[in-house]
């Protein structure tokens, strides 16, 4: 199979699935700035859409299967991006729905275009789950998933190697560490400590707060996509992240620094010491940060971004809401979600990364 580069048509077309989301919504402003045509696929709405991308409402998991491939084929795209997928607060069989059957229907799609595509996939480092401190998280590393989430995104990898070993599909998955930067979501850890500095509190309680991760600004995220895309040729797998653990205590701490917050911190230390801590819903994942080498040599990708710039670009996008202050942070994100029959995120991807 060609490899296919963005060359091979002017403007190049982008189709970004997932697009309403943190993650979609970057890709889709930098491929716009970069002189892409962006079509933007969400299953509702998709707000604030930068010039040069158009917004096409699909739900890629109820819509007939034929819908997609039409989508596609009636855009000739040099370049699919799949950053749709379910992340927190969905059933299981909503995880294997949004990460599973969604990435089959898609390789179906793409498999059958009279002109090939290039596929970029979002996938997660938290495919490699817990391993040793001393073992480097390289793309050749056998993976440990541990979570519903886990799991379910390395069977969608899974699925795309296996077609690219195939022959069928020209793609290749990023598996992106923890992302922050321009409209982080307020579920995620630092998003939703971002959302409640915003609330401008008179105090703010802290859970406790441990761990170390590698942290990625989502903006370094899109440029290596777009790396992606140019690059002749790509392995099946390729880590995109920092390359450096940050302890997590530290990373709230420069949002609280950057946020020029006036509140009164409580921290752990200040808490009731009998009270335990809740259990991280993002358990089963290693402290030791992604290699990122491959990227380097087979795409020409290194990030950019300091933890600082992220962090300030997140609280530059945060909303400002209109109401009485609130006086503590909802620790919701450090423990584990109540068991739900509703879904709240199917194929969007809002919640992902972060």
């Known amino acids: 199979m060609r490899a296919v580069t963005p060359a091979d048509r002017e403007p190049p077309t982008a189709v970004v699935l997932g697009a309403a989301g943190f ?3 970057n ?4 491929l716009s700035t970069r002189g892409w045509s962006v079509l933007a696929v969400a299953r509702g709405g998709a707000p604030d859409l930068p010039p040069g991308c158009h917004l096409e409402r699909l739900d890629l998991l109820r819509s007939p299967t034929g819908d997609l491939s039409a989508l596609l084929a009636r855009e000739r795209p040099a370049l699919v991006v799949n950053a749709a997928g379910a992340l927190w607060d969905v059933t299981d069989q909503e995880l294997t729905e949004g990460n599973v059957t969604l990435v089959r229907r898609l390789v179906e799609a793409m498999a059958s275009l009279p002109r090939p595509a290039r596929l970029v996939h979002i996938g997660s480092a938290y495919e490699y789950g817990g391993h040793p401190a001393d073992v480097p998280l390289t793309e050749d590393l056998t993976e440990r998933p541990t979570s519903g989430y886990a799991r379910t995104k390395l069977a969608g990898t899974r699925v795309l190697t296996e077609a690219v070993a195939e022959g069928r599909l020209d793609a290749v998955v990023l598996r992106i560490a923890m992302s922050v930067g321009p409209h982080t979501s307020p579920h995620s850890l630092l998003g939703g400590l971002a959302a409640q500095l915003a609330r401008r509190p008179a105090e703010l309680r802290l859970p406790p707060i441990r ?4 942290i990625v600004d989502i903006r370094d995220v899109a440029e290596a996509v777009r790396c992606a895309a140019r690059a002749e040729r790509v392995p099946p797998v390729v880590n995109i992240g920092s390359g450096v653990g940050v302890p997590l205590v530290d ?5 609280l620094r950057i946020s ?3 509140a009164t911190v409580h921290r752990a230390d200040d808490a009731d010491p009998s009270k335990p801590a809740g259990t991280r819903r993002d358990a089963g994942i290693g402290e030791q940060p992604l290699d ?3 990227a380097r040599s087979e795409l020409g990708w290194a990030p950019r971004h300091s933890l600082d710039d992220a962090l300030s670009a997140l609280w530059e996008t945060v909303p400002r809401p209109v109401g009485a202050p609130t006086t503590a942070f909802d620790p919701s994100a450090f423990d584990p979600p109540a068991p739900t029959t509703t879904s709240t995120l199917a194929a969007d991807g809002e919640r992902i990364h972060g």
């Open 23 to 25: 993650v979609g919504r």
């Open 27 to 30: 890709i889709c402003d930098m």
């Open 211 to 214: 761990g170390v991760r590698d």
């Open 251 to 255: 990373a709230v701490e420069a949002l």
């Open 260 to 262: 020029g917050t006036d």
């Open 292 to 294: 990122i080498s491959r």
